[in-house]
C-alpha cells in the first residue's frame, strides 16, 4: 500500500555463532542481481537475487531480509 525503498543493508547472514555477512558485491552483476538501491511502487513485486560471501563452517544460518528472519536448511 505503500512506495519501498530498500538497499543491501537490508539483507544479512547470520551464523549461529554470531557473525553477520553482508551481500558480496558479485550481487550487482549477477542474473536478477540486486543493485545498491530499489524502489518499488505499490502493487508491484520484484525477483532479485543477493549473494553472500559466507566462512563455509558457518551453521544455523539464519537470512534477515527487510526486518524478517528465515532459518535455512542445512
Known amino acids: 500500500n505503500r512506495t519501498s525503498n530498500f538497499t543491501t543493508h537490508d539483507f544479512t547472514l547470520v551464523s549461529g555463532d554470531g557473525r553477520r555477512f553482508s551481500p558480496a558485491g558479485q550481487t550487482a552483476s549477477i542474473a536478477k542481481g540486486f543493485f545498491i538501491s530499489q524502489t518499488v511502487q505499490p502493487g508491484l513485486a520484484t525477483e532479485n537475487r543477493?549473494?553472500?560471501d559466507v566462512d563455509p563452517a558457518a551453521r544455523n544460518l539464519?537470512?534477515?531480509?527487510?526486518?524478517?528472519?528465515?532459518?535455512?536448511p542445512e
Open 50 to 52: 543477493v549473494v553472500f
Open 62 to 72: 539464519i537470512f534477515e531480509a527487510l526486518g524478517l528472519r528465515f532459518r535455512l
